[in-house]
């Protein structure tokens, strides 16, 4: 039953993960599974950033604030730390693919709005182009037509072996 709850949620499924306790004041509300950015100095969940024009800006926009994977949920404006996971495999929701992808590929967020041209979401992820729009790697193959990647994730703020990295 647990599962069916949580089918369409993205999760930390395992591998190396590493959690982590960020410190300071929730800028909005988080739910497990969030991805979680650091914007103005406040962990929030990725979507709080602003639009930073195309979809490769947002992406790359998240790509440098990106802390991890929520594990735990606040409210707006909670003091008390909050955990992360900052590197292990998750399992999340993708938007459509176009084609199948191989391990390796660099998994970043997805776009939101009209054609995902507007922000990044919370709990679905995309293929991305460039190692500077993405903040894991597929850690098993994608397949057209799955609804789910599978990824390692790495937390660019977080980790001392950061997420892909190259700048364009």
Known sequence: MADALY????????????AKRVAGTVASAIYAGDFVAL???KASPISALGDAGTLAQNQEQAHDVFLGVALDAKLAGDTRDI???????????CAALGSGSDIGAYVGPA????????????QIVAIVA?????F?????????GDT???FELAGNLTTTQAGPQAMA
Request: charged share 15%; glycine share 18%; net charge positive.
């Open 148 to 150: 789910f990647l599978y």
């Open 83 to 93: 955990l992360i996971a900052s590197a292990g495999e998750c399992k999340y929701p």
């Open 130 to 134: 460039t190692p500077n729009l993405a």
């Open 136 to 144: 894991g790697r597929l850690s098993r193959a994608a397949v057209t």
């Open 111 to 122: 776009g939101t709005g009209s054609g995902g041209l507007v922000g990044v979401a919370d």
């Open 39 to 41: 914007v103005s100095s």
């Open 7 to 18: 089918s369409n949620a993205g999760r930390l499924i395992g591998g190396n993960a590493r």
